[in-house]
């Protein structure tokens, strides 16, 4: 997929990312996304936050399901698995679990999370597999031209729902949090220095994290998610956010017409292979 090329920049940019280092978490492969589309900034915010971490390529997988989001892999200098639609968590779940050195980044959109694949989102949050999940929410089916998805606004008019849609959006943050996540963030593809900042910071978790990006799909979506809508709608958590307070996290969730930027909740507890090593031990030593 892709013509074997240098990645696009400027050059100026190209200079700028040559010296960050960056460069070489790049494929060759020149993204297929439309000119505008936010999930440029997260190819910038992964290739950022792997450097400052000094997260070597050969210990990086990069998992996606179906949709324009889940291109992802082919972008990046690093291993990928291009699985099934909705089917992203259990096959990460399987590569942490043969090989906890590996750091495991989940990559999707809305539709392959929280429409064919939300059965397995609750199960991944409650074993806190040390995984991270970059959720891309346009509120919208992109790769499959436009339809309505399970994050669409109320009153959205798509090809799905000509007579706008009256299914109530799903609050993922809401979703996550009640799950049982112990990191869950939310971050917008208009603002690339905070991204990058929250795709480090998610991806330095040990545990389960969520980052929800909010990103505009400026094919198929002209009413709701653009740029300028969403310039004015996105703020910060408060200052005085507690991210221990779960409660308080939900409250924040809770406030979807002014969608709050940053960590809502962080939380250090047993990971899914910590589990697994006690059964092992009980199997080797039982008492
Ligand atoms: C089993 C299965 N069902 C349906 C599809 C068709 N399909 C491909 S991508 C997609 C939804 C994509 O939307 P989203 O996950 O939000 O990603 P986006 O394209 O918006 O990034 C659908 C329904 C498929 N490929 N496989
Ligand atoms: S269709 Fe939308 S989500 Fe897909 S690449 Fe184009 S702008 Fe991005
Ligand atoms: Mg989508």
């Known amino acids: 997929m892709g013509n074997l090329q240098q990645p696009v920049y400027l050059e100026d940019k190209l200079e700028e990312v040559r010296e960050s280092g960056r460069l070489e978490y790049r494929s060759k492969s020149l ?5 505008g589309c936010g999930y440029f900034s997260i190819v910038e915010g992964v290739t950022a936050a792997l450097k400052e971490l000094e997260i070597d390529q050969k210990d990086t997988v990069v998992v996606s399901g179906i949709g324009c989001a889940s291109r992802f ?9 291009h699985t099934l639609h909705g089917r992203t968590l259990p096959v990460a779940t399987g590569v942490k679990t043969a090989n906890r050195d590996l750091e495991v980044i989940v990559v999707g959109g809305d539709g392959d999370a929280f ?15 040390d995984i991270t999940y970059l959720l891309f929410d ?8 436009g339809q309505t998805s399970p994050t669409s606004a109320l009153g959205f008019k798509t090809s799905t729902s000509p007579y ?17 996540a112990s990191w869950v963030g939310q971050a917008y593809a208009g603002r690339p220095h905070h991204l990058s900042e929250m795709i480090t910071k998610a991806i330095g978790h040990r545990g389960f994290s969520y980052l929800h990006i909010l990103s505009p799909c400026v094919t198929f979506d002209k009413t709701n998610l653009t740029y300028t809508n969403l310039d004015m709608q996105v703020r910060d958590l408060p200052e005085d956010h507690d991210p ?44």
């Open 31 to 35: 993204p297929t996304w439309c000119p």
């Open 73 to 81: 892999p082919f972008f990046l200098n690093a291993y990928g698995f």
């Open 115 to 129: 429409a064919i694949g939300g059965g397995h989102i609750p199960h991944a949050a409650r074993r806190n597999v």
């Open 138 to 145: 346009n509120g919208i089916y992109g790769l499959t031209k």
């Open 164 to 180: 706008e849609n009256h299914d109530a959006p799903l609050n993922p943050l809401m979703m996550l949090l009640s799950y049982g």
């Open 244 to 287: 221990t307070n779960k409660m308080a996290a939900m409250i924040q969730a809770e406030k979807t017409e002014r969608p709050s930027l940053g960590i809502y909740y962080n939380v250090e507890r047993p990971t899914l292979n910590d589990g697994l090593d006690h059964i092992i031990q009980n199997a080797r030593h039982p008492s």
